[in-house]
């Protein structure tokens, strides 16, 4: 009976990892376009007057050359991809901080890395760009696995390089799992792993790669979040629901491709939800759509940000100008909506 239970364990795990793309906090999407290419119009962004050389922390397109050239005296917003992203999956976003004059940096990682690996290398690129900016204020704003990631690398517990740092710090995290995700609970089961003598756990490694015992609910990684920096004013955490959302059409409407990823319950977590200066905003929204794709600009989070004031509002006389960016982005995909 015993081998009997544990064939049936590594059975469920087995069907339960391989059909749960969800499994590794990532949902593929489609190419954005010109996602190589560089920002287009810097012509509202201030003159750079530092170039930065910073491991991992470079301009929101997809280059070689990650050189990063900022107006040292202004403030910076941090983007943190999700899985199976990089830094071209924030240039159209990135291209609408330009217009509004507000400069942007990406953060990219090995998704495959332990959660808390990739937290000490965003810690790392934020001193280094620390020590090269005299204007003290940055945000943050990451997508997904990325918002694990940023709300561990602010963590309190998590390390001390900022203990004494002159930032001030903002937080938005998008579509995070702060609870752990479903579709991995077999990774975090002591059971499943004593039972299949340990093949589970070979088997979610290869999965998800090093980052498996962080991502399930119950996990310490999940279960002690730890407390926030008090240089980071706020925490606004945006919670998606994905219910009924679809990330691809055909020309006749009907949806093929479903934009649901993470359930609230995965999103909500008290531990998180709880602490001082976090604000949860819920929004109905597909899991790839709050950020924008091929299909769709992020006009949703372009809202909430402007709303919480991290983006600035667009003047009157730039809303045509908008509207001409998003026509170029996303082509006939943009239906038109400012």
């Known amino acids: ?17 391989l059909g749960a793309t969800l499994l590794s906090a990532c949902a593929t999407t489609a190419p954005l376009p010109g996602a190589k290419r560089p920002i287009d119009d810097q012509g509202r962004l201030p003159a750079p007057n530092v ?6 922390l470079g301009p929101c397109y997809d280059s070689e ?11 910076v917003t941090v983007l943190v991809h999700g899985c199976y992203a990089s ?22 990682y090995n998704d495959r890395d332990s959660l808390t690996a990739s937290a000490d290398q965003l810690a790392t ?35 001390e390089l900022w203990r004494d740092t002159p930032l001030r710090l903002r937080l938005m ?25 340990g093949i589970t756990a070979l088997i979610c490694q290869i999965v998800t790669g090093d980052k498996w015992p962080e991502i399930p609910g119950g996990s310490d990684f999940i279960e002690t979040p730890g407390t926030l920096k008090h240089q980071v004013r706020e925490h606004i955490k945006v919670v998606t629901d994905e219910r009924n959302t679809c990330r691809r059409r055909d020309d006749s409407g009907q949806c093929l491709e479903g934009d649901y990823v993470f359930s609230l319950r995965e999103q909500y977590h008290r531990p998180v939800d709880d602490a001082p200066r ?6 109905e929204a597909g899991h790839v759509e709050i950020v924008g794709d091929a299909q769709q600009p992020p006009v949703k989070l372009i809202r909430i940000l402007q709303r919480r ?30």
Do not use: W
Not at 4 to 17: H, K, Y
């Open 125 to 159: 690129a934020l001193d280094r760009l620390q020590d090269a900016m005299r204007n003290d204020r940055v945000d943050i704003l990451a997508h997904s696995q990325g918002g694990l990631i940023a709300r561990r690398t602010l963590s309190e517990e998590h390390n």
């Open 65 to 75: 050359d990650t050189t990063l050239a900022l107006d040292a005296d202004e403030p």
């Open 278 to 283: 976090v604000e949860n905003v819920r929004v």
């Open 173 to 197: 995290t998008v579509s995070a799992p702060f609870a752990g995700i479903e579709a991995a609970s077999h990774c975090g089961s002591r059971t499943a792993r004593y039972l299949s003598l």
């Open 51 to 56: 170039e930065l050389d910073i491991p991992q």
């Open 87 to 108: 830094a071209g999956r924030f240039r159209a976003l990135a291209q609408v901080y330009a217009l509004h004059g507000q400069q942007t940096a990406c953060f990219t």
């Open 309 to 338: 004031g991290l983006l600035t509002e667009t003047r009157p006389g730039m809303r045509a100008e908008l509207r001409r960016l998003f026509a170029t982005l996303y082509g006939s995909a943009y239906g038109g909506k400012p």
């Open 1 to 17: 009976m015993p081998m009997l239970d544990g064939f049936r364990a590594l059975r469920s795990t087995v069907a339960a990892l």
